[in-house]
């Protein structure tokens, strides 16, 4: 079972920037960012592959950017310019079948929350 523990979550102000970071313990076939709303299911931010193709949804386009350090097991998602709909738990997760922001076969960290005050 892969372990996921998210950090770097925090208060900003619109326009600001942050990085929040994901160390695993096993890489997966797509690992990725998701956010959530509460009382809401989860939305795709960005999909990385084993191979180093990423994905974006439209949830952020052109804001979001998403790396991984494979030597250190680290998962990474910049945000600039967030904005204050941007608030939200973000949650890292892994998929050991393929890169899909269908909600199928994701296993998830426990989140970090993103505050942006306008």
């Known amino acids: 079972q892969v372990q996921l523990v998210e950090s770097g979550g925090g208060s900003v102000q619109a326009g600001g920037s942050l990085r929040l970071s994901c160390v695993y313990t096993q890489r997966r076939a797509c690992m990725g960012w998701f956010r959530q709303y509460p009382g809401r299911d989860y939305e795709g931010v960005a999909m990385?592959?084993?191979?180093?193709?990423?994905y974006y949804s439209d949830s952020m386009p052109g804001r979001a950017t998403i790396s991984h350090d494979n030597a250190t097991k680290t998962l990474y998602l910049q945000i600039d310019n967030l904005k204050p709909e941007d608030a939200a738990m973000y949650y890292c997760a892994a998929n050991p079948v393929t890169c899909s922001f269908a909600l199928g076969h994701w296993s998830w960290g426990q989140g970090t929350q993103v505050t942006v005050s306008s």
């Open positions: 990385i592959s084993t191979g180093g193709r990423t």
